[in-house]
């Protein structure tokens, strides 16, 4: 069965500092992957995606993950935080073509320093 | 371009009580899937829709039940409901069966069971 683990439930950065939330995936073949963000009360916003290809990937807002295959892990990376950035941050993965949705990571909560 | 929409945003109902969520996908996605989010068990994938099929189901009981009309509007349904099934409820479309474009998630259904 497939999974995903954010081993980070919580994570403080002071604003301005850099970021790199982690995320290691289980999956028989390459995934599909992505990272979502969600703020308090709202749905999920894509953040960016990976399917094949270049295995560093650039998404909105000044995010960028790196899919490293050796490892099974795709984390997420900005250089400068700002306080707008705080949010709980999913990583996700999806067979490609399966119909069997999309399987989250637990989230992590980032928590920004002023 | 309107985002998804789900209605209503909040909703209280008592146990063994039933209720039905509503999702408006944006215009052109076919393909609309359900999602539960708990504090406990996280993200968890419900059902999924394209083209009025559903495609497929997580690991939920049969009160868990969802439709999508010719139109790709989706419903989901709970019946007899249980404290447990209080949680956010979000919906998600793609453009495409392969979802290689992501998916696009609306704000959510807040269900509370009391």
């Known amino acids: 069965a497939q999974s995903v683990t954010q081993p980070d439930i919580h994570i403080t950065v002071s604003e301005g500092a850099s970021l790199e939330l982690r995320c290691n995936y289980s999956y028989g073949a390459t995934p599909y992957l992505f990272w979502y963000v969600q703020s308090p009360g709202q749905g999920l916003q894509l953040l960016l995606k990976?399917?094949?290809?270049?295995?560093l990937v650039q998404g909105i807002k000044g995010f960028e993950a790196e899919f490293k295959r050796s490892q099974s892990s795709f984390n997420l990376r900005k250089p400068s935080v700002h306080w707008s950035d705080a949010a709980e941050y999913f990583c996700a993965l999806n067979s490609g073509g399966g119909a069997d949705g999309l399987t989250f990571g637990k989230g992590t909560h980032l928590i920004i320093q002023p | 371009k309107a985002g998804v929409t789900q209605t209503p945003r909040y909703l209280i109902k008592t146990r063994g009580q039933q209720v039905t969520l509503s999702c408006s996908p944006i215009s052109g996605h076919r393909s609309v899937s359900w999602y539960q989010q708990t504090p406990g068990q996280g993200l968890q994938f419900l059902f999924e829709y394209f083209s009025e099929t559903q495609r497929n189901k997580g690991n939920f009981p049969g009160r868990f039940s969802g439709r999508q009309f010719s139109n790709s509007r989706s419903e989901m349904n709970v019946s007899t409901l249980e404290l447990g099934d209080s949680a956010l409820y979000l919906c998600?479309?793609?453009?495409?069966?392969?979802?290689?474009?992501?998916?696009?998630f609306g704000s959510g259904t807040r269900l509370t069971v009391v």
């Open positions: 990976y399917f094949s290809g270049d295995t």
């Open positions: 998600a479309s793609s453009l495409e069966a392969t979802r290689i474009n992501g998916y696009t």
